[in-house]
């Protein structure tokens, strides 16, 4: 990528300062620069979506792999001047200066981290392997491309029996493995009455061979033929650097923001999946522009603040050097008046 800085310089401030170039990230840059800011954009790399082969549900970009939608949007924003560093930022100074890992920092007047979250899976064998693959965990993104086959939902976690009620409308053969979750006789009512099988006992593993997810094998033993399973992971936001500067967090533990994404700290916003988990890419994209919006206008609302200072002190400056005869004048009277008995 030509246009991508491999080290950042420290020569002079930035408007803003983006961490993370995923959709949200690179959004935010592309209305920040096309309105005319300094922008820089640290970059660690590491999307989220990276194992999945295509992106869906982005209206215009259905079906295309996420790596071509982030080299896409970082060739508009380049486009626009903002610079594009290859790094991770370690942490970042109130005020801002923002430090990279191993590097410089950058100064900045406000910042915005779009650095995503990561998605922790259960130590079953084949899960990792198969991630973003043939093991999935977002209906709505993967769904569609496995419809009609053999699909295993994984108990691990509580969201799990909406994620199965749910996917029985993609596919009638979704089978439950409730593993290690304890199902009240609710939820095996709601599983039941939707016509989604429950299969009992441990899972072993995710049988995978050519490259393919084939089934589920139980500690007992047996082998539940399956071509796509679901998760829900354990989703944590990558939050290090605005917990850091002091950036609230609500009561389950994720930062808190307005809606244009500006958080507790004056000068900082939070976009995309480090501000909500729920944020598909086309969201993510979505906060990041709202937020630069908003940035704008916030770093335009200090300007005008300075502007009006520095024009009121020109104005006093300018009166006050039209008026060199009357304070001659009142000097005199002065003058004349302490003279008086
Ligand atoms: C397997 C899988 C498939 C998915 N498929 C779809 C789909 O088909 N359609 C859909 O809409 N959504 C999909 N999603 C969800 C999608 O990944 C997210 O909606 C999207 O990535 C959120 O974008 P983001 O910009 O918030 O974060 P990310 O895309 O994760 O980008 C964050 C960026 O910040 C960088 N970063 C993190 N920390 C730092 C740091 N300290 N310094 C510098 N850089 C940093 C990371 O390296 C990364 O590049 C999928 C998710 C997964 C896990």
């Avoid at 215009?60 to 560093?85: F, N």
């Avoid at 930022?89 to 410089?104: S, W």
């Avoid at 679901?230 to 939050?239: L, S």
């Amino acid at each position: 990528m030509s246009d991508t800085k491999n080290a950042a310089t420290n020569d002079s401030a930035y408007d803003v300062v983006v961490v993370g170039a995923g959709a949200a990230g690179l959004s935010a840059a592309l209305v920040l620069g096309r309105a005319r800011r300094r922008v820089a954009v640290v970059n660690a790399g590491t999307p989220r979506n990276a194992p999945a082969a295509h992106m869906h549900g982005f209206l215009s970009r259905d079906g295309m792999p996420p790596a071509a939608l982030l080299e896409v949007g970082r060739t508009e924003v380049a486009g626009y001047g903002v610079d594009l560093i290859d790094g991770r930022v370690d942490h970042i100074d109130p005020g801002f200066l923002v430090h990279l890992a191993g590097g410089p920092a950058l100064r900045a007047r406000r910042v915005l981290v779009a650095t995503g979250l990561r998605d922790e899976l259960p130590e079953i064998p084949g899960v990792r392997e198969r991630w973003g693959r043939d093991l999935l965990h977002c209906p709505y993104c993967h769904g569609h491309e496995v419809r009609d086959e053999p699909i295993g939902v994984l108990g691990t976690h509580p969201g799990a029996v909406s994620q199965a009620l749910l996917l029985q409308r993609w596919s009638a053969d979704t089978v439950f493995f409730p593993h290690t979750l304890d199902l009240t006789d609710d939820e095996r009512e709601r599983l039941a009455a939707r016509g989604v099988r429950i299969i009992d006992g441990a899972v072993k593993r995710l049988v995978v061979d050519g490259d393919r997810l084939r089934a589920i094998e139980l500690a007992e033993g047996s082998v539940v033929p399956r071509s796509a399973v679901f998760v829900v992971p354990h989703m944590v936001p990558r939050d290090a650097l605005l917990t850091g500067l002091g950036c609230e967090r609500d009561e389950s533990g994720w930062v808190t923001t307005d809606p244009s994404g500006r958080t507790s700290v004056p000068g900082v916003w939070a976009v995309g999946n480090v501000a909500d988990r729920r944020a598909q890419v086309v969201t993510a994209a979505g906060m990041g522009s709202t937020a630069a919006i908003a940035v704008d206008h916030d770093l335009v609302d200090e300007e005008v603040t300075r502007d009006v200072e520095d024009y009121r002190a020109a104005e006093a400056t300018s009166s006050s050097s039209l008026r060199p005869a009357a304070h001659a004048v009142s000097l005199e009277g002065h003058r004349g008046s302490a003279s008086r008995p």
